[in-house]
């Protein structure tokens, strides 16, 4: 049981490069998240999923896309990378299986990405 | 908006101290209360989820309370060890199953 990872681990860019991370879960979780993480700032959502098929957007989606074709993946692009999209990205999942309010997200390791 | 800060920013403590950690947020209208552990690097590890119902949590040496209606919550770490030096997030979720997340207390505890 792997939990959530993530792929890269670590991607250098160029400014207008473009890219996809991968983000996978194997505990048949319905919401999946991603965010962004910036020195000082705390996380702070990018998109969501609420389902396979579903996406929607959250604090700071501009610049970025997402897909969710499989429960299991949410994928996040970056159309043309721009220095301000240098941050730590975090993928995370959960379950709405038990009552709402014991929806603990589990988060991914993490997706260094330096813009250049 | 939900805004979720953590006061101090940085905290140092001789080994042993107990550690107190503080989170606030400016909407009583949540749903649980989430604490979390991130080593340099590294990725989120949870360590408490505190439902809205209920006043305090704990696990081994960490406890968690949450006073709802003065929007705070202490993360309590007794006798701390070198081990427990991390940076400590707390989110809040919302009744949009979002969570919005402090920027984080940075604890070192020295030898």
């Known amino acids: 049981n792997a939990g959530v990872t993530q792929t890269p681990k670590f991607r250098v860019l160029k400014t207008g490069q473009s890219m996809t991370l991968l983000c996978a879960q194997d505990m048949n979780h319905e919401y999946m998240y991603w965010y962004r993480q910036d020195p000082g700032m705390g996380l702070r959502l990018i998109h969501y999923s609420v389902g396979e098929g579903t996406t929607a957007k959250g604090e700071v989606p501009d610049g970025y896309n997402v897909s969710r074709l499989k429960k299991q993946n949410f994928l996040l692009g970056l159309e043309s990378a721009a220095p301000s999209q240098t941050s730590v990205y975090f993928c995370?999942?959960?379950?709405?299986?038990?009552?709402?309010?014991?929806?603990?997200?589990?988060f991914g390791p993490g997706t260094r990405l330096t813009v250049l | 908006k939900q805004e979720v800060t953590q006061i101090p920013a940085a905290l140092s403590v001789p080994e042993g101290e107990n550690l107190v950690l503080n989170c606030s947020f400016t909407?009583?209208?949540?749903?649980?209360l989430q604490w979390f552990r991130q080593d340099p690097g590294k990725g989120l590890t949870s360590l408490l989820l505190?439902?809205?119902?209920?006043r305090e949590q704990t696990s081994g040496r960490l406890n968690a309370s949450l006073d709802k209606s003065s929007g705070r919550s202490t993360l309590y770490i007794a006798a701390s060890q070198p081990g427990d030096s991390a940076t400590y997030l707390c989110a809040v979720r919302r009744s949009d199953y979002k969570l919005s997340f402090g920027a984080g207390t940075t604890v070192t505890v020295r030898a």
């Open positions: 505190i439902q809205s119902s209920q």
């Open positions: 995370a999942s959960s379950s709405i299986k038990l009552a709402d309010s014991y929806n603990e997200q589990f």
């Open positions: 909407d009583s209208a949540i749903y649980n």
